[in-house]
């Protein structure tokens, strides 16, 4: 069982910038593909960013390209969202996510059903 943790989130201005990070209770960690997907007030959980075990392959939704970068310190079972450029639109709870099972961070788009965190609450005022 692995437990995630997330924090970081809070409000911000647009154009402003957010860092969330997301601590796993599990040494395993560096096995696992991470991911960070939101879910904002009446709309489906979307995904965000992933990355693999090593940090050397990431994947982002378009919308956040160029924008947010994810990355992961495995001796601290830590993993990272960069959030720069704050737009409204990206105000929403965002979730940690961790598999197990996969290796590319692409395959993380389609959810998963290993392990999520709590969440936390970004807000992006205009």
């Known amino acids: 069982q692995v437990q995630l943790v997330e924090s970081g989130g809070g409000l911000v201005q647009a154009g402003g910038s957010l860092r969330l990070s997301c601590a796993a209770s599990?040494?395993?960690?560096?096995?696992?593909?991470m991911g960070w997907f939101r879910q904002a007030p009446g709309k489906q959980r979307e995904f965000v960013a992933a990355i693999n075990w090593s940090g050397s392959n990431t994947y982002y939704t378009d919308s956040v390209k160029g924008r947010f970068t994810i990355s992961r310190d495995n001796a601290k079972n830590t993993v990272y969202l960069q959030m720069n450029s704050l737009k409204p639109e990206d105000t929403a709870v965002y979730y940690c996510?961790?598999?197990?099972?996969?290796?590319?961070?692409?395959?993380?788009?389609?959810?998963?059903?290993?392990?999520w965190g709590q969440g936390t609450q970004v807000t992006v005022s205009s």
């Open positions: 996510a961790a598999d197990r099972r996969i290796y590319d961070p692409q395959a993380l788009v389609r959810g998963t059903d290993d392990f």
């Open positions: 599990r040494r395993a960690f560096g096995n696992y593909v």
